[in-house]
C-alpha cells in the first residue's frame, strides 16, 4: 500500500511527521505538504499562479516534498501525477485542533481528504486538541489502527473519514465511537483598529468555539473520551428540504 500524507500546518509541523512515522507500519509513505500553514483556508484550487514544488527533509529525517499550494492543492498534485507511483490512500494531518461539526468546511485539514475523494482515492483526516504532555505519536498511533481497520472492512464509496483523537494517554482512551457531525457554537467577535493613517482594519476575533454535547455527535465522543470517526460526503444536498421545496417551486408556472 502507498500512502499520501499531507497537512494544512505546513511540512514542518510535528504533528505531520508523527503520522507519517505511525502510517508507514501500513505501508510506503510519501508526504507532500504545503510550505507554509493554511489552517482554516477551506477547500482551495489555486487556478491563478503556478504551484512549486521542493524536496525538503523532516526534523525526524523523513524525505518530503513542500508545495506552494494549499493543503488540497498538495492532493491534486500528487494525485495528477507529480507523484508517479498511484496512491491507495490519503491521511491528511495531525491537526492540533479537533475538528468538529462545522469546522470541516474551514478545516484544510478535512478539505485535503475532500480532495482525495473527488479523485476517489479512500481519505482521511485526523486531529486532536494537542497537548504537550500527550505529543502526536500516541494519536497517530491510535489513528493508524482506526485507518488499517476500516480499510481492512472495505472503504465506502464517495467518503472520507474525520478521525478525532482524544488528547489522552493509549491506556486512557475509552473506546471508538462512529459519530456524526455535531453543533459548535462559534463565538466570533469583530476586532476593529485603526491603522497609523487612522484607516479602520479589522481581525476576526472572539473566543474559540465551544461544543453541544448531544449523543451520537463528534463533540460528545471526545468529551467522552472517545476517538470520534465522523464517515463524511461532498453531497451538501439538504434531503430533508428538498420535498417541501420541490412542493412550492416545483409546480411554478413558468413562464408566469
Ligand atoms: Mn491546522
Not at 82 to 104: A, R
Request: net charge negative.
Amino acid at each position: 500500500m502507498h500512502v499520501l500524507v499531507t497537512n494544512d500546518d505546513g511540512v514542518a509541523a510535528p504533528g505531520l511527521a508523527a503520522l507519517a512515522r505511525a502510517l508507514s507500519e501500513l505501508g510506503r509513505v510519501t508526504v507532500m505538504a504545503p510550505s507554509k500553514n493554511w489552517s482554516a483556508s477551506g477547500h482551495v484550487k489555486t487556478m491563478h499562479k503556478p504551484l512549486r514544488v521542493a524536496e525538503v527533509v523532516l526534523a525526524d529525517g523523513t524525505p518530503a516534498l513542500a508545495t506552494s499550494g494549499a493543503p488540497s492543492d498538495c492532493v491534486a498534485l500528487a494525485l495528477l501525477g507529480v507523484v508517479t507511483e498511484p496512491v491507495d490512500l490519503v491521511v491528511s494531518g495531525i491537526n492540533p485542533n479537533c475538528n468538529l461539526g462545522y469546522d470541516v468546511t474551514y478545516s484544510g485539514t478535512v478539505t485535503a481528504a475532500m480532495e482525495a475523494t473527488i479523485f476517489g482515492v479512500p481519505a482521511v483526516a485526523v486531529s486532536t486538541d494537542h497537548r504537550a504532555e500527550i505529543g502526536f505519536d500516541a494519536p497517530a498511533r491510535v489513528a493508524a489502527r482506526v485507518v488499517e481497520r476500516a480499510l481492512a472492512a472495505g472503504w465506502p464509496r464517495g467518503v472520507l473519514l474525520n478521525v478525532n483523537v482524544p488528547a489522552l494517554p493509549e491506556a486512557a482512551i475509552r473506546g471508538v465511537r462512529v459519530t456524526r457531525q455535531g453543533l459548535r457554537p462559534y463565538r466570533d467577535a469583530l476586532d476593529a483598529r485603526l491603522d497609523p493613517r487612522g484607516v479602520p482594519y479589522y481581525w476576526i476575533g472572539g473566543d474559540p468555539p465551544t461544543g453541544v454535547h448531544e449523543p451520537g455527535t463528534d463533540f460528545a465522543a471526545l468529551e467522552d473520551g472517545c476517538v470520534s470517526v465522523t464517515p463524511l460526503h461532498l453531497d451538501l444536498t439538504a434531503y430533508a428540504a428538498h420535498d417541501g421545496l420541490e412542493a412550492a417551486l416545483g409546480g411554478m408556472p413558468w413562464p408566469s
